[in-house]
C-alpha cells in the first residue's frame, strides 16, 4: 500500500512538473512572436535645399534626403538613394516625361561611379501640375583597403525633365550642412556582392541615346582542379536585376545568329590577363527587353603554372562578334568579387616497368628419403596432462574444472529473474 501511494504520488509530481514546462515554452514562443526582429537600419540624413527661378518647377525650398546602407565593405560599390520630394510645376506639360536630377556629391574613401549623369526619377504625365515624390539612386565605391567612415557631402541639384521643358531648376545646398557618414566595416555594400553595375551602351557610341546603368548579377564557377599547361573551364552566369535600368534591344540589332559575349580576367600562374566565351542568343525581339536570365557561358583559361589563379567579371558585349558587338556593357574597375581556383603540376604518366623474360632451365631431378622414428611416451608424462605440449597454450581444457557453458546459464537465470520482478511490481503499481 506505502508503495503504491509512493508511485500515485511521483506521477502526480511528474505529471505538474512537464505541465509547468510546457507552460513556461508557450509563453517564451508567444514573446518571440510578438518581439519584432531588428532590421538592418539605413544611414539617412536630410537636407534643406533653396531653388532658384527659371526652371519648370516653382519650389523655392525642398527637403531631400540620402540613404545608403548602415555599413558597407571597403572594396565594394554600394547603393546611395536620393529621395526627392513633391515637385510643382509651370506651366502643366504637354508631353508625359520624367524628372531629370543631376546632384554633385564630394566623397571621401570612395568615388561615385556615375556622378555626372542625370539621373530619371518620378513620371510625369500631360497636364500634370504636381509631380509626386520619386528617388534616384547613384553607385558609389568604397576605396580599396579603406578604414573608417565613407563620406559623402552633398552639392548643387539640377532638377528638370527629359522631355518637353528644355530648362532646368538649379537648388543649392546649406554650405553649413554635415556630410553623410557610412561605416566601413563587414556590411555587404547594401546588397549582394555579386551585383555589377555595368554600363551598357551601342557601338560606336550613340550621342543621342543615354547610356543604361544595368545592374546584372555575375555568378563565376572556376574548376575544382586544374592543371598546368591545360585549359581550365569557367562557368559564367549572368542575370539582370530589376534594381537597374533595362537592358533593351536596341533597334537593329541582329536578331539572327546574335550571340553573347562574356569576359573574365585572370592573374597568377600564368594565366592570360583576359578571356572571353560566347552563346548563343535566341527568342530577342528589337525594342523588348534582353530575358534576365541570360544564356550561361563556360570559358577556358589556360594557367602555365602552378599557383593561384584569381578571376573577375569583365566586360559584356551582344552581336554576331566580339571584336565588333552591337551593343556592349563595360565593367567596373574596381568594388568586384574575387574568384581563386589553385593550379596543380601536370599530370604524367606512370612510366611502364619493363616485364623480365622467363628463363627455361632444365629440371633436375628431386631426391627423396624417409626416415622412420619411433617414440615411446614415459607413463609419468601422460598421467600429468592430456594436453599435447605443443596443445594450445590455455592450458589442460576440460580437466581443470567447468567451461564457460555455466556462466551462460548463471547469466541466462539473473536476466529472467530481473524479468519477473519487474513484472510483479508493475501489477503492485497498477493495483494500488
Do not use: H
Not at 510578438?34 to 532658384?52: E, H, L, N, R
Not at 565593405?73 to 515637385?87: E, M, R, S, Y
Not at 520624367?98 to 564630394?106: M, Q, Y
Amino acid at each position: 500500500m506505502l508503495m503504491s501511494q509512493a508511485w500515485r504520488r511521483l506521477a502526480i509530481k511528474t505529471s505538474a512538473l512537464g505541465l509547468a514546462s510546457t507552460l513556461v515554452a508557450f509563453v517564451c514562443s508567444v514573446f518571440i512572436v510578438a518581439t519584432p526582429g531588428t532590421a538592418s537600419a539605413a544611414v539617412t540624413k536630410q537636407y534643406t535645399y533653396s531653388c532658384g527661378s527659371g526652371g519648370p518647377f516653382t519650389n523655392t525650398s525642398i527637403t531631400v534626403g540620402l540613404s545608403a546602407p548602415d555599413t558597407v565593405t571597403a572594396g565594394q560599390t554600394f547603393d546611395l538613394t536620393v529621395n526627392i520630394p513633391t515637385l510643382t510645376l509651370t506651366p502643366a506639360p504637354t508631353v508625359a516625361a520624367k524628372v531629370s536630377a543631376t546632384l554633385a556629391l564630394t566623397p571621401t574613401s570612395a568615388t561615385v561611379n556615375d556622378a555626372t549623369t542625370a539621373k530619371e526619377g518620378a513620371t510625369v504625365t500631360i497636364n500634370q501640375t504636381a509631380v509626386p515624390a520619386g528617388s534616384v539612386v547613384y553607385k558609389v565605391a568604397v576605396t580599396a583597403g579603406a578604414t573608417g567612415n565613407v563620406t559623402l557631402k552633398p552639392g548643387e541639384l539640377k532638377l528638370g525633365l527629359t522631355a518637353g521643358a528644355t530648362t532646368t531648376s538649379t537648388c543649392t545646398a546649406p554650405t553649413t550642412a554635415e556630410a553623410l557618414s557610412v561605416p566601413i566595416g563587414t556590411g555587404g555594400g547594401g546588397g549582394d556582392t555579386d551585383i555589377i553595375t555595368y554600363d551598357c551602351d551601342l557601338v560606336p557610341t550613340n550621342t543621342t541615346i543615354d547610356p543604361a546603368d544595368v545592374d546584372i548579377k555575375v555568378v563565376l564557377t572556376p574548376p575544382t582542379s586544374a592543371s598546368a599547361n591545360a585549359d581550365a573551364e569557367v562557368k559564367w552566369a549572368g542575370t539582370i536585376q530589376t534594381t537597374g535600368d533595362p537592358l533593351k534591344v536596341p533597334t537593329g540589332f541582329p536578331t539572327t545568329g546574335s550571340k553573347i559575349f562574356a569576359t573574365i580576367k585572370a592573374s597568377g600562374a600564368g594565366a592570360p590577363a583576359t578571356t572571353t566565351g560566347e552563346a548563343a542568343l535566341t527568342g530577342i525581339t528589337a525594342g523588348s527587353d534582353f530575358p534576365a536570365t541570360l544564356p550561361q557561358i563556360t570559358l577556358k583559361v589556360k594557367p602555365t603554372s602552378t599557383g593561384t589563379v584569381t578571376l573577375t567579371p569583365g566586360d559584356i558585349a551582344f552581336g554576331t562578334s566580339a571584336t565588333s558587338p552591337a551593343l556592349k556593357c563595360l565593367a567596373p574597375t574596381t568594388g568586384l568579387k574575387t574568384y581563386t581556383f589553385t593550379v596543380g603540376n601536370a599530370s604524367t604518366s606512370p612510366t611502364p616497368t619493363p616485364t623480365p623474360t622467363p628463363t627455361t632451365t632444365s629440371p633436375r631431378p628431386t631426391r627423396t628419403s624417409t626416415a622412420t622414428v619411433t617414440v615411446t611416451p614415459s607413463s609419468s608424462t601422460s598421467r600429468k596432462s592430456q594436453t599435447p605440449k605443443a596443445g594450445a597454450d590455455t592450458g589442460a581444457g576440460g580437466s581443470m574444472g567447468p567451461d564457460g557453458r555455466l556462466f551462460i546459464l548463471t547469466g541466462t537465470g539473473l536476466i529472467a529473474a530481473a524479468a519477473v520482478g519487474g513484472l510483479v511490481m508493475r501489477r503492485r503499481s497498477i493495483k494500488g
